[in-house]
């Protein structure tokens, strides 16, 4: 994945949340445009035109579910899709009392991992572009990575990986230009493997950063903190 990055509006009126949920979709990868409130939203929307928009469940001046509404069905324009987030500790109650259009849903989220794994989800490729994707041989500065072959070669040289340490290198890499958030990584390397914890990640990424480094020279694996990993080689033009 790369090129241009996608932009995400975050529509959100408690100030700390607004810039919890920007820092990370910025350290994700994401062009970030804030609004604490719905007509800043609109504002913004007609200067940026978001790819996505975030919207807390109730602004200062409209509720959530209201103004994803007005944005999904944008009259003569392209529609803009639009997620309602309820900020953690939200009850049940205080949705139903939030009101508004009862055809969107409300998705409740704890930590800002779940939220950067939906805007990743949302902009996945569909199936068979995404199997097009991860079949393709990746090529950066020094390293080639192969698939096909359950390969990774380091300057002309076999680098030795266990099955998981590939899988979890070839997601990173395949998804260069943003983060995979810690629970991406374990659906897509771990399938439905019932015992895998948080420990099981850190020991595989630090076993793997140091078979890179070591052969490499290179510090290949970012970790965004409270998010997840990033893959930090540059890409062969």
Not at 65 to 70: G, V, Y
């Amino acid at each position: 994945m790369t090129g241009v990055p996608r932009r995400v509006l975050v529509a959100e009126r408690d100030p700390k949340i607004l810039k919890q949920l920007s820092h990370a979709l910025s350290a994700s990868g994401y062009a970030v445009c804030e609004a604490e409130t719905g007509r800043e939203a609109l504002r913004c929307i007609q200067l940026e035109r978001p790819d996505l928009v975030l919207v807390g469940l109730v602004l200062s001046d409209i509720g959530g579910k209201d103004l994803a509404r007005i944005l999904t069905s944008n009259g003569d324009s392209v529609p803009i899709p639009a997620v309602v987030l309820a900020e953690p500790g939200t009850q049940h109650d205080e949705v139903l009392v939030a009101g508004g259009a009862p055809e969107k849903p409300v998705v409740r989220w704890t930590g800002v991992d779940e939220v950067i794994t939906l805007v990743n989800d949302f902009f996945s490729p569909a199936e068979e572009n995404e199997a097009e994707c991860y079949a393709r041989t990746l090529c950066f500065d020094g390293i080639v990575i192969d698939p096909s072959r359950s390969c990774v070669e380091v300057h002309g040289e076999p680098l030795e990986l266990t099955n998981k340490e590939f899988r979890f290198l070839h997601v990173l890499a395949v998804n260069g230009d943003r983060t995979c958030t810690r629970e991406e990584l374990r659906r897509r390397v771990w399938g439905d493997e019932i015992d895998v914890i948080g420990r099981t990640v850190d020991v595989l990424v630090s076993r793997l950063r140091s078979k890179l480094t070591s052969a490499s020279g290179q510090e290949l694996i970012s970790t965004i903190r409270g998010v997840g990993y990033r893959f930090t080689g540059e890409p062969m033009q």
